[in-house]
């Protein structure tokens, strides 16, 4: 079982930087890939970034070139350097790990990031 502990999020204008981190227990091998997916009012949940214990990451198209994934702390540490913000970006933030094989798939409680005027 894995519990995943986020923090960061919060209101930010258009333009400004925000960091999100994630802290996962448990083995690391359920957290062969660590990442972050965002849900938007009356949108599906998607893919901001992933990465995995070795480093390889996978963005999302609308954050390619903004944000930054990197894992730190025995790579069960996940942190996402969001740099400018757009008003697109405003959703709930769900850090999410999954081991590298297997139907396993573990959700945090979610943070909100807004980014208004």
């Known amino acids: 079982q894995v519990q995943l502990v986020e923090s960061g999020g919060g209101l930010v204008q258009p333009g400004e930087s925000l960091r999100l981190s994630c802290e996962a227990s448990?083995?690391?091998?359920?957290?062969?890939?660590m990442g972050w997916y965002r849900q938007a009012p009356g949108k599906e949940r998607e893919l901001v970034a992933v990465?995995?214990?070795?480093?390889?990451?996978t963005y999302g198209d609308s954050v390619k070139g903004r944000f930054t994934i990197s894992r730190i702390g025995a790579e069960k540490t996940v942190i996402l350097q969001m740099n400018g913000l757009v008003p697109e970006d405003t959703a709930v933030y769900y850090c999410?790990?999954?081991?590298?094989?297997?139907?396993?798939?573990?959700w945090g409680q979610g943070t909100q990031v807004t980014v208004s005027s």
């Open positions: 990465i995995n214990i070795f480093g390889t990451t």
């Open positions: 448990g083995s690391v091998l359920s957290a062969y890939y």
């Open positions: 999410n790990s999954k081991p590298k094989d297997g139907p396993s798939n573990y």
